[in-house]
């Protein structure tokens, strides 16, 4: 039976719910691992998970310097979604989205995903045709996508601004009925447990200070709670990356930025879908707890300070007004800024790196939320065989040398205009 | 003057407070007319009309009365308000009493009194926190379970009407910015004005005094409030002192810049005309002294949470300062020695105070005595362990507790009341001073948080240091001012502080779970028990971070202001460390929550994004133009005649119309919006063959170029024409999308890689008209329009430029084609452009001319096989687009050495070709995928996809579309599938040759 | 807001500014002779400190002048400026280096 279920809900009810077992355990680092994890977010975790669950390797730390789930996991805008044009990231974020559909029984621990669609907003021809590329690219490559018309976002979302009044008018929309949210704490506490239950040490406040190094080889990770050898060792620190990589006298294609997010306070459903516009940079979904949650543009300069500042906050909120008028007298919560690894073609750097047994899994910009399960479910693989997976070919350090960017934006080397 | 029976306001004391008794105000709630006083807030209104039961609580929709006083209000949430002005989750605290004002109570159904959601309360041993991760897992899915979660979720409801009020945004500078107008801000405030300094007071309430306007307080032997008026009046007589009231300093941000939010009209029924509702301030001070006073706590025990419960503080200020009782007969239970002071202040306002419950084992000194001889029965050692009622209190349980506050000792003794006071002592409001990156020690001797060293320039001052004496509190408000002042190289006079007779008090005893079986709030308005916070720890939710998102602990619209304290240091309690190692959950902005309105202020609607018209927009509306969006421009799309409408058969005639009458007659069309840049310098072709792809150097004067850029890394960034226009001087033109990054990055160039080049450039696009006059007629018209200026095909060949004049405005005239035909620009001083249109316009009348809009343009773009926007999508190279050709391998530019990598050499790469529908007819839509075979099932593998189409070319008198396509050229001749299934559209396409239009140009050098 | 000290125009809020990018980035001097690590290096490899960083901000909303700036990626603390040659770690004069922690501007 299922430790976590209505019936065990309702028996613990009426003894006072004394029975419940912690989530996850609080061990001891042990002195050698087969694999060393260093991060204890979404990605970090479910790699931990996968590597246990289908490699079949249990001897696995996951080092988190502060709390789990207390980076980028917990500070997104949850949207999680595939609607992706080029071949290296939607067959990824594709799978990533297969395996949301069933991480809540997978894991016995209710993620809250919630398939409510989510809707990119066209505000000219030009982009209406860039959307019908990207959504016939998808539905080619088997993945849900519908083209809306004007009159078709109006009925599904009357609340948005379809009066003369607006400064760019709404033309359509791409729709991926499948993408949705999901419960952004939930899916770190849920993959977590998983991996305590199948072995695996998450070791929390422990921060990784330095590398021992043997050939092209790292032996050990030195820890603020000791030394810990490894065979293999994979880091799932976005945002951080860069500087970790500095202590191997590595450098990467990556610059830190902070990403603001926002909550308003809560509200009965108003808006029961996943929006973006398509006239300025700012995405909104209503939590189940009623609050909307809606995030824009990174702060632009290099950041590692988790918190931005106003021009961006009255930018982004700019956007959102004038994408949904009637927000005006709702007033914002709280807000808070999270650390992206902006990589230099806006797409996520999933592979080995130039040292022998260390994997990357960085460069995830503004999307980690969404690729959280696909992330562990590649990197897992790439660790246990020492070579990605063909849904992660693509996305490997070596594209930027080779010439073969995975640009989506077509932005080009600028990591914050991604 | 006759007042109707219900206009009565039964706990209104007969005199006192700060109300107008002389302007009382009509008010609804929930439907019911009632009244108040000028002064009230809606809180003391419903508590002086006897109303106490004001909500419901978030999960169990728990009967709640008002608890506070002020923001930290977690139960008293109302939807004000109507119409496009409806404001869910508003605090009846903070909103001051105007006429008219009409409330509703929130998150119930049907109503207040009979809350059917009130059944969650049943299932409550089911719903602790974190239930729904463990179940709603199966059939039928969580969407479905969700559906009804969230409809018993959120709290108020918002509105789809549209807001129809206004806010402004300010910016200001100043010395020393003083956050909160009680005593410690006021005395910072006076001793940083003294020295000379600009001083910028701001307080959230409509006057200044904090705390001084709800206690029975003496200064210098006179009421406090007379103190408080006399340092306004001085402040007022300072030139470089601002005080600003109803002004909430919310965030603090990098650069020592704070963001306030200032209401103008929220005291008021609507905003005055052309007034706005709320200002947005951006400070920027050289120091701040954060002046931002303390919370009180409540203490956590057994239905802690029923109307009738109150915050000590609150029950004082509704007598003092509104003159309403919150109740007839009380109970004052505190850990600290405001109990005294509660019931002392009670018992003057005429309320039965049964007893006071001291939580301490002895209690203390002076405010106790005082109590005693009012009469008062004050027990120590002892805590309330419950409260009864079913809507509101009607009695509590109190019994005797262990000197360590774990265990009740003694026999239980019930007490009637309607009003129960309680203290679990004060909170320093340290949000501010975390947000410029302090970080909050503990202090045990107050039980709380305390600001920790600065990060920015600012330092805490009175309640919000952890201060709580109000002679403290004005010595050091002073010292903080004064001390900013100094910092900033102002001399500070000594300013007097007043005397205080407070009373002197004891040391507060922490007591964070009182003893006793059932439901503990922690977090009132999320409805977090202690025993959620328990079982959050045995399940290994152990980080204050973890405890706020597994119980929600701290999330709601009072952000934990009176519970987060609480909750922490029971998790310290269970986890058995020190208050100190557990720590506390960041403070993030707002201190409270803001409107987005505020934050938005003026860009939004029309004003979201400036909009660019050009010279000739009038003419273009007065002559039938269909207008559209092109970035930031508006641009005529197509031209309507008489009779048109917008229908698409209209628009379709209409498009077909210009583009025949201008390749068989001559038509013009408004290019003002490309990019225009002025480049001057002995080094200009040097730097213009570094930045194209192409070579410059042998450019003559009075000729013109196309060029192409690419970005450094080898990818196609832009492409238009540059002319030499003299010996060291050229004029670009970019496209209208890039116009802006491409003047920037050549300024990086410039400036940041080859400061060397001696070269300026500078932006014209705004003092430029353009227009480009197309068509086998087109030298007539140019002809008939120029003055002196010889326009045949020898004195001006194809890409030849000249300076000449029309309608007497200096011109120049670029030989230059985007259309395929015989064609001009025209680029005049912006200032003359409708004139020199009109004229061109007048002169062609003859030739049959007509205007064409960016559609016709489009078309015979496509016809021509030129790339536009939908080629240059970031991704594509030079040899993809066909144009490898241009590259110079004499020099070195932009990007040469990027281009040669293995991914730009593999031959898969799709390259631009023309498609042509095999049938003929069918329209192959921009967007649609290229693929060999239209049976294959996904994942199918793409070739390409089309990235230009005319739906009919009236040239060629069929769909024409361009795209890129596996093996590009070499594939002309071959059938593909254009794919599109969003519209279940396969249509079969041959590869053709781009340029559908006179490939050899002779139309062009005709 | 972070505040930069432009070298022509004075303290101003980042608002005005647009981000460039890495300061530290030499674009090869002989672009035929660097070698494709070179290039690779100059185009995407980022030092990526957590700390003080170059880098170069347009005052575009301005003067349009390219600055150096010196600032903490941690806190946002702008701890100097200059034009974009100057190396502002080395402490090269720069016309306008500000003095930001005696005016109080420090972030």
């Known amino acids: 039976m299922a430790e976590y279920s209505a019936f065990n809900l309702l028996r613990n009810a009426i003894s006072g719910h004394k029975d419940w077992r912690r989530a996850w355990r609080d061990p001891e680092p042990k002195k050698q691992y087969d694999v060393i994890i260093v991060g204890a977010g979404g990605h970090g975790l479910a790699s931990a998970f996968y590597l246990a669950k289908n490699h079949g390797i249990r001897n696995i730390a996951v080092l988190e310097k502060g709390y789990l789930g207390g980076g980028n996991t917990g500070r997104n805008t949850t949207i999680v979604r595939s609607n992706y044009m080029l071949e290296e990231n939607a067959h990824f974020y594709e799978k990533s989205l297969q395996l949301w559909e069933q991480l809540s029984q997978e894991l016995n621990f209710n993620v809250m995903f919630s398939q409510r669609g989510v809707t990119n907003l066209a505000h000219s021809d030009n982009q209406m045709d860039a959307f019908a590329r990207r959504g016939n690219t998808m539905r080619m490559n088997g993945i849900d996508a519908e083209l809306l018309d004007r009159a078709q976002v109006r009925r599904e979302m009357p609340y948005l601004d379809f009066s003369d009044n607006a400064r760019f008018p709404i033309y359509g929309g791409l729709k991926q009925p499948r993408g949705g949210t999901a419960r952004h704490d939930a899916v770190a506490w849920g993959l977590a447990r998983g991996a305590d239950r199948l072995g695996v040490d998450i070791i929390q406040n422990c921060e990784v200070i330095g590398f021992k190094q043997k050939g092209n080889r790292i032996t050990a990770v030195e820890t603020s709670r000791g030394e810990i050898g490894c065979e293999r060792i994979g880091f799932a620190v976005a945002g951080h990356t860069g500087h970790l990589a500095a202590k191997l006298g590595m450098k990467l294609p990556i610059e830190s930025h902070v990403l603001q997010a926002f909550v308003s306070e809560p509200l009965k459903t108003l808006i029961d879908t996943v929006v973006t516009y398509g006239a300025g ?64 073609d806006g797409s996520p750097i999933i592979g080995k790196s130039p040292i022998d047994n260390l994997y990357l899994n960085c460069g995830w910009c503004y999307g980690g939320f969404k690729a959280t399960p696909g992330s562990g479910w590649v990197f897992a693989h790439t660790i246990a065989n020492d070579q990605p997976h063909a849904i992660n070919a693509g996305l490997t350090l070596d594209r930027f040398e080779r010439g073969r960017m995975v640009d989506e934006r077509g932005a080009g080397p600028y990591p914050n205009r991604h | 003057m006759i007042f109707n029976r219900r206009f009565d306001q039964p706990f209104r004391l007969a005199e006192g407070g700060e109300i107008d008794r002389l302007a009382p105000v009509s008010f609804r709630f929930d439907g019911k007319t009632y009244q108040g006083y000028l002064g009230d807030t809606l809180a003391s209104a419903l508590l002086a009309n006897g109303v106490r039961l004001v909500g419901r609580s978030f999960k169990y929709h728990r009967p709640r009365g008002i608890y506070s006083a002020g923001p930290e209000e977690p139960n008293a949430l109302v939807e004000l308000r109507t119409g496009g002005r409806h404001e869910p989750n508003t605090r009846a605290t903070m909103i001051e009493l105007f006429a008219g004002l009409d409330a509703r109570s929130q998150n119930r159904w049907p109503n207040l009194l009979l809350d059917v959601m009130q059944l969650n309360a049943l299932l409550s041993p089911v719903f602790v926190a974190g239930f729904y991760y463990k179940t709603f897992m199966g059939m039928p899915g969580w969407r479905f379970y969700e559906h009804f979660i969230r409809k018993a979720a959120g709290m108020g409801s918002g509105t789809t009407l549209s807001d129809p009020d206004s806010y402004d945004k300010m910016h200001t500078h100043c010395d020393v910015l003083v956050i909160g107008g009680g005593p410690a801000g006021i005395a910072a405030a006076l001793a940083a004005g003294r020295s000379g300094a600009r001083v910028m007071l701001l307080e959230e309430s409509d006057a200044l005094g904090g705390r001084l306007r709800s206690e029975r307080r003496n200064l210098n032997g006179e009421p406090a409030m007379r103190w408080v008026r006399g340092a306004a009046a001085a402040l007022e007589a300072l030139d470089t002192v601002t005080v600003m009231t109803r002004t909430t300093g919310f965030g603090y941000y990098d650069g020592n810049v704070i963001a306030a939010v200032e209401r103008i009209s929220d005291h008021l029924a609507t905003p005055p005309e052309h007034a706005v509702r ?54 004052v239970f505190a850990n600290n020695d405001d109990c005294y002071q509660t019931a002392l202040d009670l018992h003057r306002a005429g309320i039965e105070v049964q007893a006071v419950v001291d939580s301490r084992p002895d209690g203390h000194g002076a405010a106790k005595q005082q109590a005693e001889t009012a009469g008062i029965e004050c027990v120590t050692g002892a805590a309330v362990i419950a409260s009864h009622g079913y809507l509101g209190l009607n009695s509590v349980d109190i019994a005797p507790i262990s000197a360590d506050g774990l265990t009740v000792t003694g026999p239980v003794w019930q007490l009637s009341c309607d009003l129960l006071a309680i203290s679990g002592g004060w909170s320093p409001n340290v949000h501010l001073h975390s947000h410029a990156g302090g970080r909050p020690v503990y202090d045990p001797g107050i039980a709380a948080f305390i600001p920790g060293p600065s990060r920015q320039a600012e330092r805490s001052a009175g309640a919000g240091a952890g201060t709580l004496g109000l002679a403290d509190c004005l010595r ?92 922490h240091a029971i998790m310290a309690e269970e986890r058995g460390d020190s208050i100190e190692d557990v720590g506390t959950t960041m403070f993030r902005p707002p201190y409270n929550p803001i409107s987005l309105g505020a934050i938005a202020g003026r860009d939004i609607g029309m004003h979201f994004s400036p909009t660019r018209r050009s010279a000739m927009h009038d003419w273009h509306a007065e002559n039938g133009a269909v207008f559209v969006e092109a970035g930031q421009w508006m641009r005529p799309q197509i031209y309507r005649r008489d009779g048109e409408s917008d229908v698409k058969a209209d628009m379709d005639r209409a498009i077909s119309r210009e583009v025949t009458e201008t390749r068989g007659g001559v038509g013009m069309v408004d290019v003002s919006t490309l990019g225009k840049i002025d480049i001057q310098g002995p080094d200009s072709a040097e730097f213009l063959n570094r930045l194209y792809i192409n070579g410059w150097k042998t450019l003559p004067v009075g000729r013109a170029r196309y060029g192409l850029m690419l970005r450094e890394d080898g990818i196609v960034f832009d492409d238009g024409t540059t002319s030499r226009v003299g010996e060291n001087r050229y004029f670009m033109t970019t496209t209208t999308a890039n116009a802006g990054p491409v003047m920037s990055h050549m300024e990086e160039y410039l400036q940041v890689h080859w400061p060397e080049l001696n070269v300026k450039v500078v932006s014209v696009t705004e003092q430029w008209a353009a227009m480009a006059l197309a068509g086998p007629k087109s030298r007539d018209v140019l002809a008939a329009a120029v003055e002196g200026l010889d326009v045949s095909n020898e004195a001006l060949p194809f890409m030849g430029v000249r300076e000449t004049r029309i309608a007497g405005v200096k011109a120049r005239v670029f030989r230059i084609s985007f259309s395929g035909e015989l064609a001009y620009e025209i680029n005049v001083p912006a200032d003359h452009g409708r004139a020199v249109w009109e004229r061109v316009m007048a002169v062609g009348a003859e030739h049959g001319i007509i205007p064409y809009g960016t559609e016709a343009m489009a078309i015979m773009r496509i016809e021509k096989g030129h790339v536009a926007g939908g080629e240059l999508d970031g991704r594509t190279t030079a040899d993809d687009l066909g144009l490898g050709r241009m590259s110079s391998s004499k020099k070195e530019y932009i990007g040469r050495r990027m281009a040669d990598r293995e991914g730009f050499l593999d031959p898969a790469r799709p390259k631009f070709v023309g498609l042509v529908p095999v049938d003929g007819k069918s329209r192959a839509r921009v967007g649609s995928v290229l693929v060999a075979d239209n049976t294959m099932q996904p994942p199918v593998p793409m070739l390409g996809h089309i990235s230009s189409s005319a739906y009919l070319s009236p040239t060629l008198g069929h769909p024409i579309s361009l795209g890129l396509v596996e093996g590009g050229m070499s594939r002309v001749g071959e059938t593909v599938w254009a794919m599109f299934p969003l519209r279940d559209e396969a249509i079969e396409v041959r590869i053709v040759d781009p340029v559908f239009y006179d490939k050899d140009g002779e139309r062009l050098h005709a | 807001m972070i505040r930069i000290n432009c070298p022509y125009c004075g303290l101003r809020g980042h608002d005005e500014f647009s981000y460039i990018g890495d300061a530290t980035k030499q674009r090869p001097a002989s672009p035929a002779d660097a070698t494709a690590a070179e290039w690779h290096d100059f185009v995407y490899i980022r030092d990526n400190p957590r700390g003080p960083h170059q880098e170069i901000w347009q005052h575009i909303q301005g003067c349009r002048a390219f600055v150096r700036v010196l600032r903490n990626t941690l806190t946002h603390e702008v701890l100097a400026t200059g034009l974009p040659q100057d190396d502002l770690l080395a402490g090269a004069s720069g016309p306008a280096k500000t003095e930001e922690a005696k005016t109080g501007e420090a972030s």
């Open chain 1, 281 to 344: 940079h700012f995405y909104v979904s209503q939590s189940d707890k009623g609050g909307l949650v809606f995030g824009g543009d990174i702060d632009m300069y290099n950041s590692y300070a988790q918190r931005g500042n106003t021009p961006m906050i009255e930018h982004v909120v700019s956007a959102g007004l004038a994408m949904i008028p009637s927000l005006s007298r709702l007033r914002i919560l709280r807000h808070w800024g999270g650390i992206m690894d902006m990589s230099m």
């Open chain 2, 278 to 331: 709320q200002r947005l301030w951006h400070i920027r001070a050289g120091r701040v002294v954060i002046a931002a006073g303390a919370t009180e706590r409540p203490l956590v025990f057994t239905g802690n949470d029923r109307p009738g419960v109150m915050l000590a503080s609150a029950a004082r200020t509704y007598v003092n300062r509104f003159a309403v009782q919150p109740g007839k007969a009380a109970v």
């Open chain 2, 476 to 567: 050091q408000g002073a010292e903080v001012g004064a001390e900013a002042a100094t910092l900033l190289g102002f001399t500070p006079p000594a300013i007097e502080i007043p005397t205080s007779d407070e009373p002197a008090t004891g040391p507060l005893k922490a007591l964070w779970r009182v003893p006793g079986p059932g439901k503990k709030y922690v977090d009132l308005q999320d409805d977090v028990t202690s025993s959620d916070v328990e079982l959050a720890h045995r399940e290994g939710y152990i980080s204050v971070e973890h405890l706020k998102r597994y119980t929600t602990l701290g999330m709601g619209t009072d952000q934990g202001k009176t519970s987060n304290m609480n909750g």
